[in-house]
């Protein structure tokens, strides 16, 4: 499916993974996608704008609903390792850039024993954001259009409805019938 993908619906839904990823979340959802959608420079971020969605306010909403996953270290640890000279942002950074950005996060389900540890990695999807990219696609034929763009991939997430992107949309006061006929205006004229 992500050969249909515009080169800026792939930039978003990489963004959403690489965001997930600075939040510290297992998943890529919903909530993502959107931030990633409000990131966007093209048509989707401007939409967005207009009816009151920054990234900065979806990204502390987000904040705000999700917690993030815990790390290796505690404050406290991570005090006494400076404290005694040892960048620890540095040390952080080779771990990540020589095992994965979520080489840090506690294994899921807390420690197993030495074998039998299991790890879930950031960067999947999420039921919801599956549901999302599917219905993307589906927005993309029904407009008959030959890619799926960024606006195809909003569509899909008005279309889901049911994620925390809708709750933050919802919070947001924006209405999805609005952002829908905005969105299907903006690429008829792009096309």
């Known amino acids: 499916m992500f050969e249909r993908f515009s080169t800026e619906a792939r930039e978003v839904v990489l963004r959403a993974r690489d965001d997930a990823i600075q939040l510290r979340h297992r998943q890529i959802g ?34 705000r609903l999700v917690p993030s996953e815990p790390g290796l270290l505690t404050d ?15 040390v952080m950074a080779r771990i990540e850039q020589s095992f994965g950005p979520d080489a840090l996060l506690q294994p899921a389900g807390g420690r197993r024993g030495w074998f039998s540890r299991r790890r ?13 990219l599917e219905l993307s696609l589906r927005e993309s034929w029904r407009l008959k259009d030959n890619n799926i763009g960024s606006g195809h991939l909003l569509l899909g997430l008005l279309r889901e409805g049911e994620g ?22 903006a690429l008829r004229r792009a096309a």
């Open 76 to 90: 406290e640890d991570a005090a006494a390792l400076r404290s005694v000279g040892i960048d620890l942002d540095a």
């Open 120 to 132: 879930q990695g950031t960067g999947r999807f999420g039921p919801r954001a599956k549901k999302v």
């Open 164 to 185: 925390l992107a809708a709750k933050i949309i919802r919070e947001a006061g924006a209405d999805f019938a609005v952002l829908r006929e905005q969105t299907e205006q």
């Open 30 to 63: 919903t909530e993502h996608l959107l931030l990633a959608l409000t990131e966007n420079e093209g048509i989707t971020g401007r939409i967005l704008h207009a009816a009151g969605l920054s990234a900065d306010s979806v990204r502390e909403r987000i904040q």
